[in-house]
Nanobody, 121 residues
């Protein structure tokens, strides 16, 4: 069963640092773009950051300058480094990636199960 496995969520104080990680599990033969989304209280799921296979990042306005997305292609792992988080960053963070499997030999969208991040004042 191919899936994305997230780790690193939890509670962090405002202004501190938290790092989320995500990697695919299962029979994956290729990884394209990787990204993070989040659902904050009272809002729909929203884009946070994305990184291409070549390492080009992009960010939402809400996190630009505070969060950094990075990937390790040798481990097919993507990280979200949350520097100076704020209470409004509290929510469930979802990893997203385009994965190729031997079933289809095409890139298909996969989502992680979500990891809770709580930023305390």
């Amino acid at each position: 069963q191919v899936r994305l496995v997230e780790s690193g969520g939890g509670t962090v104080q405002t202004g501190k640092f938290l790092r989320l990680s995500c990697r695919p599990a299962g029979n994956v033969i290729g990884v394209n773009d990787m990204a993070w989304y989040r659902r904050t209280p009272g809002h729909e799921r929203e884009f946070v950051a994305k990184i291409t296979r070549e390492g080009e990042p992009s960010y939402s306005e809400a996190v630009r300058g505070r969060f950094v997305i990075a990937r390790d292609n040798s481990k097919s792992t993507v990280h979200l480094e949350m520097d100076n988080p704020r209470p409004e960053d509290t929510g469930v963070y979802y990893c997203h990636a385009a994965l190729m499997t031997p079933m289809t030999f095409e890139f298909e969208d996969y989502w992680g199960q979500g990891t809770q991040v709580t930023v305390s004042p």
